[in-house]
């Protein structure tokens, strides 16, 4: 079986630009949570999404967005992008909500803005 | 407020050492808690989770975890590391009923033969 893909896996954007990254969970999974994971740090999360609606958001700007589709594939979207963006973006699906389902992650897209 | 800290940033070892990562949470209510580890250019991958019961949790790769309440830590241990066991290791909690998951600073497990 599949596991999380994400695309693009690495991106070069410019200050000021706006960027759109793409997930898609393990086939079943209904649930897909965006990390942020600046070089030396653990992640942080951004945000959740159940059954295309939002569960929950970090604590990052209005500039960061996300989405899920019907078929339970995500978007994160960041714009007016700053250079603290630079960073792996991860994407983690479940089955549901709760503690006891499983986060998977995905290998991540590597963001740099200069 | 929750928060997760790993008292060591990076833990070398030599092969076929044991070797002990550790984890304190601060939560002043039910958490669940996790290790996953992260190998260069890769994802993160879940190594062991407690959720309640027994205290002692086993996961893949023969590493191992127990959950303290009183000293609220969640020490993750193998008794004998491997080349391969090198990456860098990472504790998580979400408090129970929440959505939020709380990760740790990382540790670089670094096996030396």
């Known amino acids: 079986d599949a596991g999380v893909t994400q695309s693009p896996t690495h991106l070069i954007k410019t200050r000021g630009q706006q960027v759109t990254l793409r997930c898609s969970p393990i086939?079943?999974?209904?649930?897909v949570s965006w990390y942020q994971q600046v070089l030396g740090q653990g992640p942080q999360f951004i945000f959740q999404?159940?059954?295309?609606?939002?569960?929950g958001r970090g604590n990052f700007p209005d500039r960061f967005s996300a989405r899920q589709f019907p078929n339970y594939s995500s978007e994160l979207n960041v714009n007016a992008l700053l250079l603290g963006d630079s960073a792996l973006y991860l994407c983690?699906?479940?089955?549901?909500?709760?503690?006891?389902?499983?986060?998977?992650f995905g290998p991540g897209t590597r963001l740099t803005v200069l | 407020a929750q928060s997760v800290t790993q008292l060591d940033s990076q833990v070398p070892v030599f092969e076929e050492a044991p070797v002990e990562l550790r984890c304190n949470y601060s939560?002043?209510?039910?958490?669940?808690l996790f290790w996953y580890v992260q190998y260069p250019n890769q994802g993160l991958q879940l190594l062991l989770k407690?959720?309640?019961?027994?205290?002692l949790v086993k996961g893949i790769n023969g590493f191992e975890a127990e959950f303290n309440k009183s000293q609220t830590s969640f020490h993750l241990r193998k008794p004998s590391v491997h080349i391969s066991d090198t990456a860098e290791y990472f504790c998580?909690?979400?408090?129970?009923?929440?959505?939020?998951?709380?990760f740790g600073t990382g540790t670089r497990l670094k096996v030396l033969a």
């Open positions: 086939s079943g999974h209904k649930s």
């Open positions: 999404y159940y059954e295309k609606e939002e569960r």
């Open positions: 407690y959720l309640s019961g027994s205290t």
């Open positions: 998580a909690a979400l408090t129970s009923g929440t959505y939020k998951y709380i």
């Open positions: 939560s002043s209510v039910s958490v669940y």
């Open positions: 983690a699906s479940s089955l549901g909500v709760g503690g006891a389902d499983t986060q998977y």
